[in-house]
């Protein structure tokens, strides 16, 4: 078998078994002061049902870089029908939607942000003509605050991991409480820039008396970011906007990439992984591939 592909066929059965084990994990909510904190910390649950695949990649291709190619051994058929496919084919189904949210073209919103790389912001000039001024601007402050995160690209690959955990109802919550939490820190940052709060509650109204229905929320499936979130929680929302602003919310700095003490953390462990596989891969990786080519 060929060494390239005797890593994604391990990297599917055992990462994909791990994936969906943690995925079942139950979603726990924790109240935050500051919804630009608590997005954060819902930003890294999404993903924490990943990072055993990122580790067990590691590891095999520590191994598979020692191993001759093609390599000897094979997974038996038997074990990739029934262990292999059913992880495969949610990769298969993750892939084409984001290649769909790619391609496709973006929602009808009054006023979003678009653009993976470079964001902008797509305001309708009917939507302008009806706003006071203090509600255009409140409303431009907060598409302003997604083009400063790149929020339309983090949305599609959180669309991506969430897919990657498919069906389970637990990776969806994580999501769609992502989402909320994410609208909330940019209206809090919208208000840190100066933006009246009453103003953007009264934009958020007003584009949905225009029968624009708050379910329309991205959602990965297509390339954009709409100011009025989902339905569900657009009560709150609206009564946090009408609250007067903490104290702790300072102005916003411009987000940039800074390695920190996490991402030092993990690429210690990705490097440790990875030279385990290289030392030891052989003996764990050895047995198991004989088992299965008895099949």
């Known amino acids: 078998m060929e060494r390239e592909t005797l890593l994604v066929t391990l990297l599917t059965v055992f990462g994909g078994a791990a994936v969906h084990a943690l995925a079942l994990l139950p979603h726990h909510t924790r109240s ?11 930003w890294r649950q999404i993903w924490l049902p990943l990072l055993p695949l990122e580790v067990l990649g590691a590891w095999l291709a520590g191994w598979v870089l020692r191993e001759p190619d093609p390599v000897p051994d094979r997974v038996a058929p038997a074990i990739l029908m029934t262990a292999g496919l059913p992880f495969a084919l949610v990769a298969v189904r993750a892939a084409a939607r984001a290649i769909w949210a790619v391609v496709r073209a973006p929602r009808d919103l009054p006023i979003y942000t678009v653009g993976f790389f470079r964001p902008r912001i797509v305001f309708s000039p009917f939507l302008a ?8 601007r409140a409303a431009w402050e907060h598409e302003q605050a997604h083009v400063r995160h790149r929020d339309p690209l983090r949305i599609w ?14 990776a969806h919550r994580r999501f769609a409480a992502w989402i909320d939490l994410l609208e909330c820190a940019r209206d809090e940052e919208a208000r840190a820039c100066g933006a009246c709060g009453i103003d953007l509650a009264a934009a958020i109204l007003a584009i949905v008396r225009m029968g624009l229905p708050p379910g329309a929320v991205p959602d990965g499936t297509a390339p954009g970011v709409g100011l009025i979130g989902r339905g569900e929680a657009l009560r709150g929302r609206i009564a946090r906007l ?24 993990g690429t210690a462990v ?3 992984a990875g030279g385990a596989g290289a030392v030891c891969g052989e003996r764990v990786l050895r047995p198991i591939l004989a088992w299965t080519s008895a099949f």
Do not use: M
């Open 32 to 42: 935050d002061p500051s919804p630009r904190v608590a997005e954060r910390r819902a």
């Open 129 to 136: 003509r009806r706003l006071e001024e203090g509600l255009v």
């Open 157 to 170: 690959l959180a669309q991506i991991a969430t897919d990657l955990q498919w069906p389970w109802p637990a």
């Open 242 to 265: 009408l609250s007067p602003l903490p104290e702790s919310a300072g102005l916003p700095a411009r987000p940039r990439f800074v390695p920190s003490a996490s991402w030092a953390l």
């Open 270 to 272: 990705l490097l440790i």
